[in-house]
């Protein structure tokens, strides 16, 4: 009995995790014929039944790659069966992807109607046409049946029975409660229907009332989930940053921390709000810029939206706090503490380091005191670890005017982190134009754009190359077989020569290369939009890159494994 137990709870504990997904399979055939047959014949009854075979040699996917294939194989450890799993049973792989895979399918339809044999030949035809089956490995059977008209007459004189019945015993019913109950019924609503008319009057004179009618305000319907803004709310924002102009053309420390904040998490919402503001706002603003966002932002505004109006609440509030808190004598008032204030609020930590190093507290202090207060803190705790604390007591309210040797500090910080110059927005415009070009251009061109452009340019080291991914090993181009679904395949191979389109149809199955073949032909009737191109190549380029560093880290930890 004990070995019973053990080789039961062997079997069960070693089975594979996976769920076969061919009943996933199965299903999608047999749902998508019958979406087509509802079309077909709306108003006949019938089955659908579908049958779906793999063959023996299933595919399977290495987890890890096979670059150890000249390594000694040990009787005691079973590399493959640890690797290896279950090409049916995959969860990572797209439904698309699965069904280049299959030996055949068996679709068995039974109908109620009357067809001629030339009728049921096109609507077999209709049905490998519409499931992207192929005559030579598939088959579909269509049948006649006729139970329909003999199902819905018994249906028919079922229904009318019960509905006979069940009118003759409410109409008994009714009758009984209209002789015993009609004069109770007149007398007991007598009562509430006079008091019923003068709550109505009582209701209709209120003026709250009329208030609860009135329509929501433009910040309550702004949290209304919804990416798109009714014309009130976009013009409730444009006057918004209209109030807001003269901060934006005088920014302090704060609004540009504010901006870099906020342009971090959206920068194309704050790209809307710049499209918004006069071009030498956005120039002087962009001046003091140090993240990367700006390059999106500037190139890629959105409309106004949700993440708009969030900016502009945030600026709001910077807005009120400078109103309330300046003084006759303050950073403005001085435009070179004004100038000092904003390139020392895009220096970080360490830089303060370099930029205050063997100054004493109490000479640092005021240079603290016109940073922005989270950077004010961070800095002095850096610096000054057991005085810091003072510069949040009453002190703080030292004016600015204590700061000494100003143009030394400015041209010291602006030195350390250099401000970014007009020329930038240019550079800007111009490589988005060019990525937008290599985005939908065709690899041959693309080739030569990489072979002029310098090792130095930004999009060649940001940008992983479209025509880089047929020159990739064998084992990345066989992940990406089964990564990417046929009908994807076959939208990138418009913009491939043909020496690169082979090298992916050597990695396809006969039945796949028959599923390219009918895509590539629904390509020339009905061309896809270019910006589902676009994102299908971007696609593609992001996991072959992955597969690639994958690949290139492997490579290292086997090579410094070695060495050791």
């Known amino acids: 009995m004990k070995y019973v137990l053990i080789l039961i709870s062997l079997i069960l504990f070693s089975s594979n995790g996976y769920a076969s997904r061919i009943v996933e399979i199965e299903d999608y055939y047999s749902k998508k014929a ?3 047959i509802k079309t077909r014949f709306p108003e006949k009854p019938f089955t659908v039944y579908v049958k779906v075979e793999t063959d023996g040699s299933q595919p399977e996917r290495r987890l890890a790659d096979s670059a150890d294939r000249g390594a000694i194989s040990l009787p005691y450890l079973d590399s493959v069966s640890e690797d290896q799993v279950n090409f049916w049973s995959r969860k990572d792989l797209s439904l698309g992807t699965l069904l280049g895979y299959l030996k055949s399918v068996y679709v068995k339809i039974d109908i109620d109607s009357d067809m001629a044999e030339a009728e049921k030949d096109q609507f077999r035809d209709q049905i490998y046409q519409y499931l992207k089956l192929s005559p030579i490995h598939d088959r579909v059977e269509i049948s006649e049946k006729s139970w329909g008209s003999t199902t819905t007459s018994r249906q028919k004189k079922l229904f009318l029975g019960i509905g006979a019945g069940l009118l003759l015993f409410g109409f008994f019913l009714f009758f009984i409660a209209f002789q015993n109950g009609i004069r109770t019924l007149v007398k007991g609503i007598a009562g509430p229907l006079a008091d019923i008319g003068k709550s109505t009057e009582t209701f209709a004179a209120n003026p709250a009332v009329a208030a609860n009618k009135m329509p929501q305000t433009f910040m309550d319907s702004i949290s209304t989930p919804g990416p798109v803004l009714s014309d009130s709310q976009m013009a409730s924002i444009k006057s918004q940053i209209s109030d807001c102009l003269q901060v934006f053309e005088n920014p302090n420390g704060v609004l540009i921390r504010a901006i870099e904040d906020l342009g971090y998490k959206y920068p194309h919402a704050m790209g809307s709000i710049f499209k918004e503001l006069p071009p030498p706002v956005v120039k002087s603003l962009f001046r003091y810029g140090r993240g990367q966002w700006w390059y999106t932002a500037i190139t890629e505004p959105s409309q106004l939206n949700q993440n708009s109006a969030k900016i502009m609440d945030a600026i709001l509030h910077i807005k009120l706090r400078i109103e309330l808190s300046e003084k006759e004598e303050n950073s403005h008032t001085h ?12 220096l970080d930590h360490k830089m303060f380091g370099q930029l205050l190093k063997n100054k004493k507290f109490d000479e640092a202090a005021p240079i603290l005191r016109l940073l922005p207060r989270d950077l004010m ?19 703080q309210a030292t004016t600015r005017s204590e700061v000494k040797n100003v143009k030394k500090l400015i041209d010291e910080a602006i030195e350390l982190k250099p401000l970014q110059s007009a020329d930038t927005v240019e550079e800007y415009f111009a490589e988005h134009d060019l990525i937008q070009y290599l985005d939908t251009a065709v690899t041959k061109d693309e080739r030569e754009v990489y072979r002029v452009l310098p ?27 089964l990564d990417i679904s046929i009908d994807e395949w076959a939208l990138v191979f418009t913009h491939c020569d043909q ?8 990695l ?9 073949k009918q895509y590539r032909k629904q390509q020339d009737v009905h061309p896809t939009p270019i910006e589902a191109l676009v994102g299908t190549k971007r696609k593609i380029m992001s996991l072959c890159k992955a597969y690639v560093e994958k690949r290139t880290a492997t490579s290292g930890e086997m090579a410094n494994e070695a060495s050791a």
């Open 499 to 506: 020496e690169e389109t082979t090298k992916i149809e050597n």
């Open 508 to 516: 396809m199955t006969q039945r796949q290369k028959f599923l390219l």
């Open 34 to 36: 019958t979406d087509f």
């Open 455 to 481: 090792d130095t340019h930004r999009v060649k080291q940001s940008r992983f190359p479209f025509y880089q991914v047929f020159q990739s090993e064998e084992n990345v181009l066989q992940n990406l077989s």
């Open 377 to 395: 803190i961070k800095v002095s705790k850096y610096l000054y670890p057991g005085q810091w604390a003072e510069l949040l007591g009453a002190k």
């Open 335 to 346: 435009p070179e503490n004004r100038e000092l204030e904003l390139v020392l609020s895009r």
